[in-house]
């Protein structure tokens, strides 16, 4: 029991992290507004718009009351039951946004979305093949890193149920899309943002 215990130890004392990509060696530890600081005291104005953000600004005293208040309740369940906060969050983005006769996929991460966006979409209208610019991201899911022709995340371009096209230009785009044969995966600028089209 005692060496279970120190070699547990041992392994939680030397586990590095994965190295993803590499860091800015920064290390940022508070954050209020539209501004971080690190852990010098140095501020930054926080431009930041990539993935697992909340367009909120940080510490929104709003924002901090309710995720606390509903956390000191209850932090998570599974969705194999009832969850009628879920439906509030429907109900208010339909009338939002206007598409209230909609469903709403509650899911953790864009590469979660897209994956699912993908094959939802290749089950609506039997398409094999997908467009995606060159040298987008969309996440890090199998068929996110499937329909993304970047070399640096792909290294083993072989999409299983779909066939790359890339596109450069809107009049390549206009043309693939119109020949009937793609679904078509655009992620903007902002790494957390796509937009599946189908037809």
């Given at each position: 029991m005692i060496a279970a215990l120190n070699y547990s130890f041992l392994i939680l004392n030397y586990m590095?992290?994965?190295?993803?990509?590499?860091?800015?060696d920064v290390?940022?530890?508070?954050?209020k507004g539209c501004h971080v600081w690190d852990?010098?005291?140095?501020?930054?104005?926080?431009?930041?718009?990539?993935h697992a953000v909340i367009s909120i600004g940080h510490a929104h005293p709003h924002y901090v009351e309710t995720i606390s208040?509903?956390?000191a309740t209850l932090?998570?369940?599974?969705?194999?039951?009832?969850?009628k906060l879920q439906q509030e969050v429907a109900d208010r983005l339909g009338a939002i946004s206007g598409y209230d006769d909609y469903?709403?996929?509650?899911?953790?991460?864009?590469?979660?979305?897209?994956?699912?966006?993908?094959?939802?979409?290749?089950f609506y209208n039997g398409r094999t093949r997908v467009i995606s610019f060159a040298k987008a991201f969309h996440?890090?899911?199998?068929?996110?890193?499937?329909?993304?022709?970047?070399?640096k995340i792909n290294m083993n371009p072989k999409v299983p149920i779909s066939?790359?096209?890339t596109a450069t230009s809107g009049i390549t785009v206009a043309r693939q899309l119109w020949s009937e044969r793609y679904t078509t995966i655009i992620t903007s600028i902002r790494a957390s943002n796509s937009v599946l089209y189908t037809s």
């Open positions: 590095k992290l994965f190295d993803v990509y590499p860091l800015f290390n940022i530890v508070k954050g852990d010098k005291g140095q501020e930054y104005l926080d431009l930041y718009g990539g208040k509903q956390v932090g998570f369940y599974s969705n194999s039951v009832i969850n469903q709403l996929f509650l899911i953790n991460s864009g590469a979660e979305a897209n994956e699912n966006a993908l094959k939802l979409a290749s996440g890090r899911t199998s068929l996110a890193v499937e329909v993304s022709e970047n070399p066939e790359i096209g």
